[in-house]
T-cell receptor, first 115, second 114 residues
Framework: GAVVSQHPSRVICKSGTSVKIECRSL??????MFWYRQFPKQSLMLMAT?????????EQGVEKDKFLINHASLTLSTLTVTSAHPEDSSFYIC???????????FGDGTRLSIL | LAKTTQPISMDSYEGQEVNITCSHN???????ITWYQQFPSQGPRFIIQ???TKVTNEVASLFIPADRKSSTLSLPRVSLSDTAVYYC???????????????FGKGTKLSVIP
């Protein structure tokens, strides 16, 4: 149980392109979903927290107009990287959990490469 | 904001028990302690979660002393496939200001040697 599916697993695109990443909880309803970014050999950095039906809460330093998050249902959240540039290249990982203080369950990540 | 400190790396031979300790001196009353395993180019995988004393599941044990300022993940009889980065995550206490206090530390890179 507790499976989180993230799609696509890898994206390579030109600078200026917008990229959408989907995160789905397959066998549970997630009241909260999280988006992380991880650079090579570094730890996970929380970008934003999203609760179903409400606006996402962004961490300090994360541009909300660049990283658009939508959490339209209890099983789906999307992250759109708008007008992506090479510095946005990273490993993006989502997670979902049922409720406060329950473990997060992570997707397998999306490797984003901007040329 | 509870920050965690773990050893950067550990080596162990196959078949041995491995204990990884995480320090979290500023843990809040409502905070749980959760451990994750991450392989390269994959998302973290949940291992175990606890609040106090000892928790055991089919893959690991988690020991938490009474003051809760540290925790120890115990992996019995490790194998080569346990080579990974292990993170302890403390928090999830809603800050009240619209964000969650979720901070991953640097993790511990465990290398299992044949």
């Amino acid at each position: 149980g507790a499976v989180v599916s993230q799609h696509p697993s890898r994206v390579i695109c030109k600078s200026g392109t917008s990229v959408k990443i989907e995160c789905r909880s397959l066998d549970f309803q997630a009241t909260t979903m999280f988006w992380y970014r991880q650079f090579p050999k570094q730890s996970l950095m929380l970008m934003a927290t999203s609760n179903e039906g409400s606006k996402a809460t962004y961490e300090q330093g994360v541009e909300k107009d660049k990283f658009l998050i939508n959490h339209a249902s209890l099983t789906l959240s999307t992250l759109t990287v708008t007008s992506a540039h090479p510095e946005d290249s990273s490993f993006y990982i989502c997670s979902a959990r049922v409720q406060f203080n329950q473990p997060q369950h992570f997707g397998d990540g999306t490797r984003l490469s901007i040329l | 904001l509870a920050k965690t400190t773990q050893p950067i790396s550990m080596d162990s031979y196959e078949g041995q028990e491995v204990n990884i300790t995480c320090s979290h001196n500023n843990i809040a009353t409502n905070d749980y302690i959760t451990w994750y395993q991450q392989f390269p180019s994959q998302g973290p995988r949940f291992i175990i979660q606890g609040y106090k004393t000892k928790v055991t599941n089919e893959v690991a044990s988690l020991f938490i002393p009474a003051d809760r300022k540290s925790s120890t993940l115990s992996l019995p009889r490790v194998s080569l496939s346990d080579t990974a980065v292990y993170y302890c995550l403390v928090g999830d206490s809603y800050s009240g200001a619209g964000s969650y206090q979720l901070t991953f530390g640097k993790g511990t890179k465990l290398s299992v040697i044949p």
